[in-house]
């Protein structure tokens, strides 16, 4: 059975920069993200020898939640500019190793993985998804699962209704209703997790509470219709159309003479040793 692993470089990258001690070279270059990005990274490839495998990253440019919700991620510090600077060059590790790679404008990773998990669902596939965003968890089914990397904890459909007690199809009407301070989706006033559950027992969904408003006020007047309309507009994943072919989900070859050359230039010799053997071919054993 064909399997696809889906990963949300944007999001590595950053848990890699906050959870590690501030590394750098001789001459001061940042290299923690880098560092952390690549263990976890070579640590799936060891695990899993994936023969289909993408990471998608979130576009520079500002996002269509962001054109329609500034406010949208703003409680989330800026990112730091020793940060800033080892994008490029794990972007550039991520091509070495072969390993395809998805941005595009105006979406962000999480959009473009929904994008790649439907395309390949269509054709069959398995996919496991790499994302602490909760966001990620609506794409579960039984082809598809997600997991954690913050805990290792791995989402099927059981276990997204034993958590948020809602299938996976429903938890961007769950959040919603709830909110997520993560990305500054306010969600309504006076709802926590039961009275979301109560609600969408009642209801069955966001649309048709927004469908059915009237009847939804009389619960909570304090409730406005406009923002529990954006507030699923956010949550919810929009994947843009990308033409691939399934070919280019292919791992491809890694340039290991280009990966020595820049894992010598960050001064990462440990990493250079677990890429040798990884990717070390078996010796053959001598007939004699």
């Known amino acids: 059975m064909k399997r696809l692993y889906l990963l949300d470089g944007s999001a590595f990258i950053y848990r890699s920069f906050f959870a590690l001690p501030p590394l750098s070279t001789k001459d001061g270059f940042p290299t923690s993200a880098i560092y952390g990005f690549l263990r976890a990274l070579l640590a799936i490839m060891k695990e899993e020898n994936p023969r289909y495998f993408a990471i998608c990253f979130d576009h520079p440019a500002p996002t269509r939640r962001k054109e329609v919700f500034k406010e949208y991620k703003s409680k989330r510090p800026s990112m730091p500019d020793p940060l800033k600077l080892q994008i490029p060059v794990i972007k550039r590790f991520v091509d070495l190793l072969g390993i395809p790679r998805f941005e595009v404008e105006g979406y962000e990773a999480d959009d473009l993985i929904a994008s790649l998990t439907l395309y390949s669902v269509e054709r069959s596939f398995q996919v496991n998804i790499y994302s ?17 990397p913050m805990n290792n904890e791995v989402f099927d459909e059981k276990k997204v209704v034993e958590k948020f007690g809602v299938p996976p199809r429903l938890i961007p009407d769950y959040l919603a209703l709830v909110g997520d301070k993560t990305d500054n989706v306010e969600g309504i006033k006076g709802i926590g997790p039961k009275g979301a559950l109560k609600l969408l027992e009642t209801f069955g969904s966001v649309e048709n509470i927004l469908q059915n408003w009237e009847k939804f006020q009389r619960l909570y007047p304090q409730a406005d219709r406009e923002k529990l309309s954006l507030s699923y507009y956010l949550v919810k994943l929009h994947p843009p159309p990308i033409e691939i072919k399934e070919e280019d989900l292919l791992v491809k070859e890694p340039s290991l003479e280009g990966l020595k050359k820049e894992l010598l230039r960050y001064e990462m010799k440990s990493i250079l040793q677990d890429v040798e053997k990884l990717y070390s071919k078996p010796k053959q054993r001598s007939l004699f």
């Open 132 to 148: 602490p965003d909760k966001d990620v968890l609506q794409l579960i089914s039984e082809k598809v699962t997600v997991v954690n």
